[in-house]
C-alpha cells in the first residue's frame, strides 16, 4: 500500500513540479503577477518542498539530511505563502480583509515550519513525536486546509457566476469549467488535510497512517488529472466542451 | 467598495435621473449585474451594454415616471465614450490565461 500511495504521490509531485515551471516560464517575460505566484506554489511545495523534506528526514547523514529538511520546508512555507496570496489577488484584489488573511496564513506557516526544522534539528525524524512539533504541524495543516476551502469556495462562486453569464453570451465554457476543476481540487485538498490532520491529533504518524496515506495518494492522483485538465487541457477536452449541445455551458 | 470605471460611469449617469438618488442607482445596477452574473468591480463597458440593453430595461420598470428608452439610449452613449481603461484583470481573465 505504502508504495502504491508513493507512486501517486510521485505522480502529484511531478505534474505539480511540471505545471509550476510552466507557468514561471510564462509569468517571467510577461511579468503576470497571479501565473508568477501560482507557478511558484506548484514548483516550490509540492514540486520540491515535500519531497525534499521527506527525502531529508530519511537521509541516514544527519548534516545533509538536516540541510535538506530545511531547505524543503522552506520551500513548503513559500509555495504555500504564494497559494494563499495569489486567492487574495486573484479572487479579492480589493478587499484588505482577503490580503491580511493572507498575510496572516503565511505568518503562521512560517513560524510553524520553523518550530517542525527546530525540532527535527533536536531528535532527527522521531520529532513528530515532540508535543510542539505536532501542534505545529496541525496548524500548517489547517491553515493550508482554510486555503484550499477558500479557494473551493472562490471556484464554485466563480463557476455559478459564469453559468449565469453564459445566458448573455457572456460566459466562456472551457474558464467556467476550469473553475469547477478549481472548486473540485480544492475540495480534495480539504479532505486530505483534514483526514491527516485528525490523524496527528490521534497521534498517529501520518507518513505511515492508513487513512492518511490513503487520502493523500487518492487525493494526490485525482489532483493530478485535475492539474492537466485545469492547466495543460487536451484539444480534444476543451473542443468536447465548446462543442456541447447549444453550445454553451451545457457540458460544464 | 469601488466598482470599475464603466460601473462607475453608469452609477453616475443614473444617478443623475429624476427620482433615482446614487444609492438607488447602484442598488439598481448591482441587482441587474448579479442577474448576469457579473461584478461591480471588474464589470467592463461591453458587459455594461449587454446589462444596460438586456437587464437594466426590467429593473427600472419599476422605478416610476423614468423614460427607459430615453435613459438606456443615454447610459449606452456614456459607454461608448468610456476610455479603454483597463481594470485589475478579474478572476475569469486569469483563469483563461492559465490554462493557455
Known amino acids: 500500500m505504502l508504495q502504491i500511495a508513493l507512486v501517486c504521490v510521485g505522480i502529484y509531485t511531478l505534474m505539480s513540479a511540471f505545471v509550476g515551471a510552466r507557468l514561471v516560464l510564462r509569468a517571467v517575460p510577461t511579468r503576470s503577477v497571479p501565473e508568477l505566484l501560482m507557478g511558484v506554489a506548484y514548483l516550490s511545495a509540492p514540486g520540491f518542498g515535500y519531497p525534499l523534506a521527506v527525502i531529508g528526514s530519511g537521509l541516514q547523514d544527519r548534516t545533509s539530511g538536516m540541510v535538506m529538511f530545511g531547505v524543503g520546508q522552506a520551500m513548503i512555507v513559500v509555495g504555500c505563502t504564494c497559494f494563499f496570496f495569489f486567492n487574495a489577488r486573484v479572487f479579492r484584489p480589493q478587499s484588505v480583509l482577503a490580503q491580511a488573511a493572507a498575510g496572516v496564513g503565511a505568518i503562521l506557516f512560517a513560524l510553524s515550519g520553523s518550530e517542525i526544522v527546530r525540532g527535527h534539528m533536536a531528535i532527527g525524524a522521531d520529532a513528530l513525536g515532540l508535543a510542539s512539533v505536532r501542534a505545529a504541524s496541525v496548524t500548517m495543516l489547517a491553515v493550508l486546509g482554510l486555503a484550499y476551502a477558500w479557494t473551493a469556495f472562490e471556484g464554485f462562486r466563480h463557476h455559478s457566476l459564469m453559468r449565469r453569464r453564459a445566458r448573455f453570451g457572456l460566459g466562456d465554457p472551457v474558464v467556467a469549467n476550469r473553475f469547477l476543476l478549481w472548486a473540485f481540487a480544492g475540495s480534495l485538498q480539504v479532505i486530505a488535510d483534514s483526514v491527516s490532520a485528525h490523524s496527528l491529533r490521534g497521534g498517529a504518524d501520518i507518513t505511515t497512517d492508513a487513512a492518511s496515506v490513503f487520502a493523500t495518494s487518492l487525493v494526490g492522483i485525482v489532483n493530478s488529472g485535475l492539474l492537466v485538465l485545469i492547466f495543460i487541457p487536451p484539444a480534444r477536452y476543451t473542443r468536447w466542451l465548446t462543442r456541447a449541445p447549444r453550445g454553451s455551458l451545457a457540458a460544464v | ?100
Open chain 2, 1 to 100: 467598495m469601488a466598482g470599475s470605471a464603466a460601473f462607475e460611469a453608469i452609477c453616475a449617469e443614473l444617478a443623475n435621473t429624476a427620482g433615482m438618488d446614487r444609492w438607488t442607482a447602484r442598488g439598481t445596477l448591482q441587482l441587474a449585474l448579479m442577474d448576469a452574473g457579473l461584478e461591480s468591480t471588474t464589470a467592463t463597458a461591453a458587459q455594461l451594454g449587454i446589462v444596460v440593453e438586456r437587464l437594466l430595461p426590467r429593473q427600472l420598470q419599476s422605478h416610476g415616471g423614468v423614460n427607459v428608452d430615453a435613459l438606456c439610449k443615454r447610459l449606452r452613449d456614456v459607454l461608448a465614450v468610456l476610455p479603454a481603461a483597463r481594470a485589475a484583470a478579474a478572476a475569469d481573465e486569469v483563469f483563461a490565461r492559465l490554462g493557455r
